[in-house]
Nanobody, 115 residues
Framework: QVQLVESGGGLVQSGGSLRLSCAAS????????IDWYRQAPGKQRELVAR???????NYADSVKGRFTISRDNAKMTVNLQMNSLKPEDTAVYYC?????????WGQGTQVTVSS
């Protein structure tokens, strides 16, 4: 059973920072690509950042230079460090992975950035 559990969301002022964590179980974590997505009210879910099993990272243009994704294989955790937050970063952030061609999502964590 694959489980992804996000934590670390909250309310922060514009320009502030938050660190999200995704704890995974039920997967061969060291071989898994893990993504962070977000969904703002009335908008489609979008890919924010991705980290492969080899540590290669990709970011949405809107967060490049501000967000950093990292992984700790020993703790089976992926972190998303978010700096210089903007009101438009307000969304529910989801952790995601694929195992055996099936998509798995966490329950999401709310990030709210006030102006």
């Amino acid at each position: 059973q694959v489980q992804l559990v996000e934590s670390g969301g909250g309310l922060v002022q514009s320009g502030g920072s938050l660190r999200l964590s995704c704890a995974a179980s039920g997967v061969i974590f060291s071989m898994s690509t893990i993504d962070w997505y977000r969904q703002a009210p009335g908008k489609q879910r979008e890919l924010v950042a991705r980290i492969t099993s080899g540590g290669t990272t990709n970011y949405a243009d809107s967060v490049k230079g501000r967000f950093t994704i990292s992984r700790d294989n020993a703790k089976m955790t992926v972190n998303l460090q978010m700096n210089s937050l903007k009101p438009e970063d307000t969304a529910v952030y989801y952790c995601h992975t694929i195992r055996a061609l099936m998509n798995y999502w966490g329950q999401g964590t709310q990030v709210t950035v006030s102006s």
